[in-house]
């Protein structure tokens, strides 16, 4: 198996790899999941026509800004996220209202749907999407609360991360691989036939999201002598260590709709709002 969370990814496997598309998870990306969620257990919630949401996120990622548009991407004829901005232009918007952002105060999010995990935000960075996953199979499949979570094995920099995980007796042999030119060294291989892995997570951008193409940019002169994407990560590794949840399929908020709405993972529900599928495209569009 093989993520599917990163827009800019899935168009090059489409492209690039067609026959390889069976592999891809079909979850959605979380903030597709999200707004499918927000426009139907959320609007049922609190009483509000979900054509009368205008559902935007907020994401390191431009190519997001196309993936909201992808025409699978919408539920009853809902779309599920109506707008993307990128960080870069919520930071810009926030200059330009003169808001001194640093100097606000923290607040909680909304409720319902206003809790959040150390595995949700360790999504940010290469190895993270796998991480979270491998907290929640470990603890489904050995049916305890394991304490040890932090798999340190695919943590890091390097643009092709393995591991064997041993989890309830078994083996897992999982790749980690941020970067387009990493990502095609993995899918030749599986070509091949010569993949040794059962699960792979894929990132477009090399480091992650942390350095998507929506973020921040640094000036060269700060890029050389400081470590953008490690500083990045290490907020992110902060947060989850500071979370009190740091496993998904704890979330309260989660349980809540898989008990009030989605029934199951996997349930019938639960594929209709959270999931989606995959077409070959064509390589170059010159029409
Ligand atoms: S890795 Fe890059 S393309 Fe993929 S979701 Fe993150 S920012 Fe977007």
Sequence with gaps: MITSCSPGWVRFIEKNFPSLLDHLSTCKSPHQMFGAIIKSYYAKKCNIDPNKIYMVSVMPCIAKKYECQREEMEVDKIRDVDAVITTRELARMIKQRDIDFTSLEDSTFDDPMGEATGAGAIFGTTGGVMEAALRTAADKLENKEIKNIEYHQIRGEKGIKEA???????????????GLGNARKLMEEIKEGKSPYHFIEIMACPGGCVMGGGQPIKKSSIRSTVDVRKLRADAIYTIDEKSTIRKSHENPTVQKIYKEFLQSPGSKIAHKYLHTHYKAQKKYNLD
């Design 164 to 178: 064997n995980i041993n989890i309830n007796g078994k083996v897992i042999k999982i790749a980690v691989a941020s």
